[in-house]
């Protein structure tokens, strides 16, 4: 049955619908769907019989959101954004109504550094390692949660070698959370370690953070390759959501090798938000503070929330 809750998140996750153009759609009174919305006042059986109609022409159906949509942020190259990219999609996505879950899976542990979440009351590690441990999970605000790592995952590569399943341990780990988050978006190591390759094996689609800089296209072949193996062998499910330039500068070399990048992979999903460089987002990281909470119209928190909006668009698109 069509509830307010599930109204709300259908919504959430399609930025490109307006109320307004609900309401005109539907033949209902103008503002009576923001009311609704504002748990002002109940959905009408009445009300449910005229949206479900327009709704399902836009997607919508019983089970739209029982599934989370996983999202692994990699690049094997170092330093290039991943970790920025995937705290920050994770809050512009949870500040647009959505239940997201960041997942820690760098022993360098940037992730939780960034959101100041400690690792005592356990960490992603235990759950691959042990793999009847459920996932330890904290809260940052209401709508985004962290499953925290720090420098004990490394020995995770080493215990997981001889390890059945090795690849398959976080995905059966996410499985009982599938059903609690809209999105879970994964932070990979900067390697095609058999940690990035649980992240693979457990996500919906794969974001490519990418700094245009001279050595960064070799970088990606190796990557696509895994990705294409993964997909081959393993995770048939598994997409490229497409390539997201990161720390991009208005220079002639940064702007060429977007170009040779658009050429090179003229098949690949290419963002249109780029993540420009700015000192907001060290500063913000160095105040282990939440980049809204830190400047809300820094263009950081902007391109992030822009990057937000066009991933919901182009997953509404593959529906
Ligand atoms: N748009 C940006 N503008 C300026 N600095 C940025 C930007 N994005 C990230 N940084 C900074 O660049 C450094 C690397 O970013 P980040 O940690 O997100 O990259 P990473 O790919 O996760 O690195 P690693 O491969 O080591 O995990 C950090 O110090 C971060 O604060
Ligand atoms: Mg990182």
């Not at 500040?95 to 940037?110: A, I, P, T, W, Y």
């Not at 690792?119 to 809260?139: A, D, R, Y």
């Not at 830190?294 to 928190?301: G, I, T």
């Amino acid at each position: 049955m069509l509830t307010t809750e599930l109204l709300i998140r259908f919504l959430n996750r399609n930025p490109a619908l307006t109320i307004t153009g609900i309401e005109k759609e539907a033949g209902m009174p103008t503002r009576s769907l923001t009311q609704i919305i504002n748990l002002k006042r109940e959905l009408s059986d009445k009300q449910r019989l005229k949206l479900l109609p327009i709704l399902m022409k836009y997607g919508y159906s019983e089970t739209f959101n029982l599934k989370a949509t996983t999202i692994a942020i990699a690049n094997n190259k170092g330093g290039v954004g991943k970790t920025t990219t995937t705290a920050y999609l994770g809050e512009a996505l949870s500040n647009r109504g959505l239940k997201v879950l960041l997942v820690d899976l760098d022993s360098q542990g940037n992730l939780s550094q960034i959101f100041n979440v400690t690792t005592e009351e356990g960490q992603v590690f235990n759950s691959l390692i042990n793999f009847n441990e459920t996932l330890h999970i904290k809260p940052i605000t209401e709508n985004l949660h962290i499953a925290p790592s720090d420098l004990e995952l490394q020995k995770a590569e080493l215990s997981l070698l001889s390890a059945p399943a090795n690849q398959q341990r976080l995905q059966r780990a996410l499985v009982p959370f599938l059903d609690v988050y809209d999105f879970i978006l994964i932070d990979c190591p900067p390697s095609l370690s058999v940690l990035t390759l649980n992240a693979l094996n457990a996500s919906n689609s794969c974001i490519v953070a990418m700094q245009p800089e001279m050595n960064a296209v070799n970088g990606l072949n190796s990557l696509f390759g895994v990705i294409l193996e993964t997909q081959i062998l393993s995770n048939p499910g598994l997409r490229i959501e497409g390539i997201l330039f990161t720390i991009v500068e208005k220079n002639t070399v940064h702007i060429g090798l977007k170009e040779a990048v658009r050429e090179t992979y003229s098949s690949v999903n290419i963002f249109e938000t780029e993540i420009k460089k700015g000192i907001e987002i060290k500063k913000a990281q160095a105040l282990k503070s939440l980049i809204f909470d830190f400047d809300k119209n820094s263009a950081a928190a902007k391109s992030y929330d822009q990057l937000a909006v066009e991933l919901l668009n182009n997953l509404n698109n593959k529906k």
